[in-house]
T-cell receptor
Framework: AQKITQTQPGMFVQEKEAVTLDCTYDTSDPSYGLFWYKQPSSGEMIFLIY??????QNATEGRYSLNFQKARKSANLVISASQLGDSAMYFCAMKSNFGNEKLTFGTGTRLTIIP | GAVVSQHPSWVICKSGTSVKIECRSLDFQATTMFWYRQFPKQSLMLMAT?????????EQGVEKDKFLINHASLTLSTLTVTSAHPEDSSFYIC?????????????????FGQGTRLTVV
């Protein structure tokens, strides 16, 4: 069974500062993928970044980077130079490379950017 | 990226009626679509996996007769909430994989619809 843990229910960050959203996971599968999604108040799920379990380098997508520490089973999302539009719910998710393709989500972190 | 369109975006219905939610992949073919449910301030919980041309696979605890899923074509899956009750009020969201599109390592990216907010009164 897979499990995603996000321990920060809410965070407040000053605009233009960097922010780290925590995510730890548990799985017995040797090959898996880790995802971060942003969910604004309108509800849609916006894909942000992906990290494969065998990827040697940490993933980066613009202002988003993923701090992947495989031994610690953590996949923290780092947002640099935060903007007001970054205020939203953020979900960490994982998918095994074996079996079906379903995503397992964490409970999410509500990020609020303060002007 | 690929586009998944979900309709309606919100619906209010009377208790006891049925509601159909559509999930369409607009510019790609999706052999597999997923239906999630999200209660307020909670995470997304997978309800079922919809497979084109075959029966859906439901997660444990999800009533098959309550939540009917049909995946008749490679671009359309529907979720019908039958005999809806107030406890079925929730946010329902679908996702689909573009098997011929962006791949990231061993995985193919999944795209989400806009979601449907169902309120049963």
């Amino acid at each position: 069974a897979q499990k995603i843990t996000q321990t920060q229910p809410g965070m407040f960050v000053q605009e233009k500062e960097a922010v780290t959203l925590d995510c730890t996971y548990d799985t017995s599968d040797p090959s898996y993928g880790l995802f971060w999604y942003k969910q604004p108040s309108s509800g849609e799920m916006i894909f942000l970044i992906y990290q494969g379990s065998y990827d040697q380098q940490n993933a980066t997508e613009g202002r988003y980077s993923l701090n992947f520490q495989k031994a610690r089973k953590s996949a923290n999302l780092v947002i640099s130079a935060s903007q007001l539009g970054d205020s939203a719910m953020y979900f960490c998710a994982m998918k095994s490379n074996f079996g079906n393709e379903k995503l397992t989500f964490g409970t999410g972190t509500r990020l609020t950017i303060i002007p | 990226g690929a586009v998944v369109s979900q309709h309606p975006s919100w619906v209010i219905c009377k208790s006891g009626t049925s509601v159909k939610i559509e999930c369409r992949s607009l510019d790609f073919q999706a052999t597999t679509m997923f239906w999630y449910r999200q209660f307020p301030k909670q995470s997304l919980m997978l309800m079922a996996t919809s497979n084109e041309g075959s029966k859906a696979t439901y997660e444990q605890g999800v009533e098959k007769d309550k939540f009917l899923i049909n995946h008749a074509s490679l671009t359309l899956s529907t979720l019908t909430v039958t005999s809806a009750h107030p406890e079925d009020s929730s946010f329902y969201i679908c996702s689909a994989r573009d098997l011929a599109g962006t791949t990231r390592g061993a995985f193919t990216e999944a795209f989400f619809g806009q979601g449907t907010r169902l309120t049963v009164v």
